[in-house]
């Protein structure tokens, strides 16, 4: 076994990835505890990035921040994916600027916000899977499952 690299995930809850040919690729986030140490509590959306972890030991890259309770990532050989509570993006794995493809999978309700350490956990989770042409979204929220067929 070989450790690829450590401290993926400081904000203690689940991190999903995925991987292609020479990587993985993870996403993370989390409610920040203490404002950076300010002594005011946070409040927001939560915070982190999504990362790409070569295979080969070299330092990982992240290739966007990420604002929201994440769900899931995929990958294919030009963009990364990954969806938060209430949108989905995505990123050139070359690098750039991360771009909106589907929103309001809430259907209108307001996306999960940190009040404080910690918090709890969105009421939506998400997950995806790539074809060829799309981008499948798997939405589990309290009152609705559906899944979405959304254009790459």
Known sequence: ?????TNINSYG???PFTIDASSIYTVTAGCPCNNNNSNAQYAGPPV?????IPFDGSAPTN???V???IGGIAVDAAD???STDTTVWKAPLAGGAATTIAGNLTNGRAAYQCNGCGGGQSQL???LALGPSSLYVAVDAANESSILEVAK
């Open 125 to 127: 989770s998400t997950s």
């Open 48 to 52: 982190g990035v999504v990362s790409k």
């Open 63 to 65: 290739l966007a921040e």
């Open 13 to 15: 809850n689940s991190a």
């Open 80 to 82: 990364v994916y990954w």
């Open 67 to 69: 604002d929201g309770s």
């Open 1 to 5: 076994m070989t450790t690829l690299s």
